[in-house]
């Protein structure tokens, strides 16, 4: 059983950072990827940023430059920090990982591709 726990929400100021942490329990073993998405209320939930044990990063255009994802070396856990916040970040953000052992070309950027799901952590930016 697989199960992702994300931490570090909270609310800031504009121009403010926050630093998201996710660590799931299960192996390591194998090839797989994880992401960060995001869901605002009344939108549907779109990812951040994804990273693959082989392949890499990506991010979503409105992010690029501002936030970083990155795993612990012992590839259980998924940070994002985030900086240069505005108040467009504001939403549930979610933890996500693929199937271990599948391996992608790049990371995927489809929520589909994510088998397993934290609960969300909150973050909040005032203006």
Request: hydrophobic share 30%; net charge neutral; charged share 15%.
């Amino acid at each position: 059983q697989v199960q992702l726990v994300e931490s570090g929400g909270g609310s800031v100021q504009s121009g403010g950072s926050l630093r998201l942490s996710c660590v799931f329990s299960g192996s390591t073993y194998g090839s797989f990827c994880m992401a960060w998405f995001r869901q605002a209320p009344g939108k549907e939930r779109e990812v951040v940023a994804a990273i693959c044990t082989e392949d890499g990063t990506k991010y979503a255009d409105s992010v690029k430059g501002r936030f970083t994802i990155s795993q612990g070396n012992a590839k259980n856990t998924l940070y994002l920090q985030m900086n240069s916040l505005n108040p467009e970040d504001t939403a549930m953000y979610y933890c996500a990982k693929t199937q271990s052992g599948v391996h992608y070309s790049s990371p995927p950027l489809i929520r589909y591709e994510y088998n397993y799901w934290g609960q969300g952590t909150q973050v909040t930016v005032a203006s």
